[in-house]
């Protein structure tokens, strides 16, 4: 079996341990809980490589602690991680306008590393606004960018699919 970290980054209360708890545990809850420091979640699944040989692959989910306009993400979280999930919330874009920030300092310590984005609580706004924001998005216009997902945590729209690529993405670079 083979072990990767994945770090979820975002500004406080985008839902990043909803995604995490979605992913790992198939469940949502509206209780909201702040993430102090990191907390580590683990989900084992069968990726194939590029030989097409399966692979068993841990994923160590790291969901770090939000930033805001007075504290950052600590950097010492991101070291040693092969892939990243920026997530915004869809509806709050102010958040959408800090992904390239997030995506800045994850790549400064992690230049090899894979980076998703989720605009997650897609589930909150008209389809007009979601597709402005997926737009606003992709017009960062980052290399490092694997994909762009209107997430919801709650619903779990696109959630699984965004996991399994960045962890396909990883294995096929590994």
Same mark, same amino acid.
């Given at each position: 079996m083979i072990a990767k970290k994945i770090c979820l980054i975002g500004d406080f209360g985008v839902g990043k341990t909803s995604l995490v708890r979605r992913y790992v545990e198939s469940c949502f809850s509206d209780a909201y809980?702040? $993430? =102090?420091? =990191? +907390? #580590?979640?683990? +989900? $084992?699944l069968e990726v194939s490589d590029r030989l097409q040989n399966l692979i068993d692959l841990q994923l160590m989910l790291w969901d #770090? !602690?939000?930033? $805001? +306009?007075?504290k950052s993400i600590s950097t010492s979280y991101l070291q040693g991680a092969k892939g990243a999930i920026i997530v915004a919330d869809a509806s709050r874009p102010e958040t959408v306008t800090h992904v390239s920030e997030h995506i800045q300092t994850f790549t400064a310590i992690n230049p090899q590393g894979q980076v998703m =984005?989720? #605009? %997650?609580?897609?589930?909150? =706004?008209? +389809? !007009? !606004?979601?597709?402005?924001?997926?737009?606003? $998005?992709?017009?960062? %216009?980052q290399a490092k960018i694997l994909g762009i997902y209107a997430t919801s945590a709650k619903t779990g729209d696109n959630v699984d699919q965004m996991f399994h690529q960045i962890a396909t993405e990883i294995i096929a670079i590994a």
């Amino acid at each position: 079996m083979i072990a990767k970290k994945i770090c979820l980054i975002g500004d406080f209360g985008v839902g990043k341990t909803s995604l995490v708890r979605r992913y790992v545990e198939s469940c949502f809850s509206d209780a909201y809980l702040s $993430t =102090v420091g =990191v +907390k #580590i979640a683990r +989900k $084992t699944l069968e990726v194939s490589d590029r030989l097409q040989n399966l692979i068993d692959l841990q994923l160590m989910l790291w969901d #770090i !602690e939000g930033s $805001t +306009k007075f504290k950052s993400i600590s950097t010492s979280y991101l070291q040693g991680a092969k892939g990243a999930i920026i997530v915004a919330d869809a509806s709050r874009p102010e958040t959408v306008t800090h992904v390239s920030e997030h995506i800045q300092t994850f790549t400064a310590i992690n230049p090899q590393g894979q980076v998703m =984005v989720a #605009i %997650n609580k897609s589930d909150l =706004v008209i +389809k !007009e !606004e979601l597709a402005k924001m997926l737009q606003l $998005t992709a017009a960062i %216009n980052q290399a490092k960018i694997l994909g762009i997902y209107a997430t919801s945590a709650k619903t779990g729209d696109n959630v699984d699919q965004m996991f399994h690529q960045i962890a396909t993405e990883i294995i096929a670079i590994a």
